[in-house]
């Protein structure tokens, strides 16, 4: 916050009476064309007027989408946030279990991975796409972003990526992708994309996937991996509760679309 430049506080609005700092709220911009909004502390009476500069703010400015997190902690109204304009993404429930679980699978598939990198950029693209073909997931963001603003999404939030990034094959073909993430500040492993596409879901494929995915985070020194799923996901969060993940926390996102252009 500090270091910030003088450009990153233009979308900061304040309100004032008396001379003393009643409210304040703040779009921050990102990289990729997005932001975030950090909201005031409380709700009150000028929460109206300073969610109505930021979103007016939003609409003018080069951003894509711009988003707010609400923590199971947050005293914030979702319904304040509707009533100006955001629309629901998604309910996040953020998972924790440990890397020496296994399911259990009637036959084990004998799964093969590939180097994500190993596949040309539309390769890439085109993986992401499949598996994301009525996925559960985030529906709503997939819905707002291209498959090329998610895949530079997982960069920016993989500092070590690709280099825990797997096409999935079985049978000689690409059926998956398995996308890990190593976290040096808390010695866990994220599990951040693991999916398949269409025509290979339910033949156990996503049990013997996890499975795999637990095995390389325990091999890697690991006692713990971390994922994120949708609430309404409910066969994922089957399958996660099946190999022992438990709720943590979880986020409650929301978004404002701007006028950007699609990437």
């Known amino acids: 916050m500090a270091d910030a430049t003088d450009d990153a506080w233009q979308g900061l609005w304040v309100t004032q009476q008396a001379g003393q700092l009643t409210g304040a709220i703040w779009v921050q911009r990102l990289p990729m064309k997005f932001a975030q909004l950090w909201l005031p502390k409380a709700e009150g009476p000028k929460v109206d007027t300073l969610l109505r500069a930021a979103h007016q703010w939003v609409k003018k400015q080069d951003i894509r989408l711009c988003h707010v997190v609400l923590s199971p902690e947050a005293t914030f109204s979702e319904t304040v946030l509707l009533d100006h304009g955001m629309q629901r993404l998604a309910c996040l429930q953020h998972l924790i279990g440990s890397s020496d679980q296994r399911l259990w699978v009637k036959q084990p598939a004998s799964l093969s991975l590939m180097a994500f990198n190993e596949l040309s950029n539309a390769e890439q693209l085109a993986l992401l796409a499949a598996v994301g073909h009525d996925s559960l997931d985030s529906r709503a963001l997939r819905e707002i972003l291209s498959v090329q603003e998610l895949l530079a999404g997982f960069y920016q ?40 596409k269409p025509e290979w879901r339910g033949q156990g494929l996503g049990r013997a996937l996890l499975n795999k995915a637990l095995y390389l985070a325990q091999q890697a020194g690991a006692r713990e991996v971390t994922l994120a799923v949708d609430a309404v996901n409910l066969p994922a969060k089957r399958l996660y509760q099946q190999a022992g993940f438990m709720r943590y926390t979880q986020q409650r996102l929301f978004a404002w679309k701007g006028n950007a252009d699609r990437r």
């Open 157 to 196: 939030q993989d500092p070590q990526a690709p280099q825990h990034w797997y096409a999935v094959g079985y049978r000689g073909v690409i059926v998956g992708v398995l996308l890990l993430a190593p976290h040096a500040a808390t010695g866990r492993w994220e599990l951040m994309l693991m999916g398949l």
